[in-house]
């Protein structure tokens, strides 16, 4: 569905998009994944009901599934900014922005693409980001840990780092959180951050 839309907005006859779902559970392997941070094996993958897949997004292995709210963003940079540098940081400024609305301070850290929470020296991951861009147009995007089975991070080193946590919107508030609530926000929160405004689509899986 990506491919199909991202050729669709990079030849203006579609818009730009922002695709918001969730997906089972799987292990994405982004072109630079070192396969050390791998610690599944396929009898691992088959008790626990993962998949694994080599992907086209930039960074290293990570972890998608229920509860978890992913969103790709598939933009002609042409109609923003074309310097992806700029992108990256506006992405991680419409999470920072979303978790803002829940009273919870995020922020990036310089080399560590993505949005953390928490206390100098004991950050924890909320919000991975991994992306492609191909002719100013974006594909991928992020992926935010709402109510996330956050065990199966266990089975990898999530984005190739080691010494820190990731963590979730359900574990900070320690509540759960309605994912239609979290889609609602980021929507509000995406749109003032880029300037945009939405038509939105509900669509069943392909």
């Known amino acids: 569905m990506q491919r199909e839309i991202f050729e669709q907005v990079v030849t203006a006859k579609e818009a730009d998009t922002l ?45 998608h599934g229920p509860g978890q709210l992913v969103g ?13 540098g700029w992108y990256l940081r506006r992405l991680e400024a419409s999470i920072i922005d979303l978790l803002a609305t829940y009273d ?16 100098q020296g004991n950050e924890e991951k909320i919000c991975a980001i991994g992306i492609r861009a191909s002719r100013w147009c974006t594909m991928h995007g992020f992926a935010f840990n709402v109510s996330t089975d956050l065990s199966y991070f266990d089975h990898i080193v999530p984005c ?28 509000e929160s ?17």
């Open 160 to 187: 190739g780092i080691s010494d820190r946590k990731v963590t979730s919107l359900k574990k900070i508030l320690g509540r759960q959180i309605s994912m239609d609530e979290v889609k609602a926000r980021y929507v």
């Open 19 to 63: 695709l918001l779902l969730e997906h089972p559970h799987v292990f994405t392997q982004g072109r630079i994944t070192d396969k050390s941070n791998l610690l599944f094996t396929p009898e691992l993958l088959e008790s626990i009901g993962a998949e694994t897949f080599e992907i086209d997004r930039g960074g290293d292995v990570t972890y």
């Open 72 to 84: 790709y963003p598939i933009l002609n940079l042409s109609h923003f900014k074309e310097d992806l």
């Open 190 to 206: 995406f749109s003032k951050i880029f300037g945009v405004t939405f038509s939105m689509v509900e669509t069943s899986s392909r």
């Open 104 to 119: 919870i301070v995020g922020y990036p850290i310089a080399g560590r693409t993505g949005v953390w929470t928490g206390t």
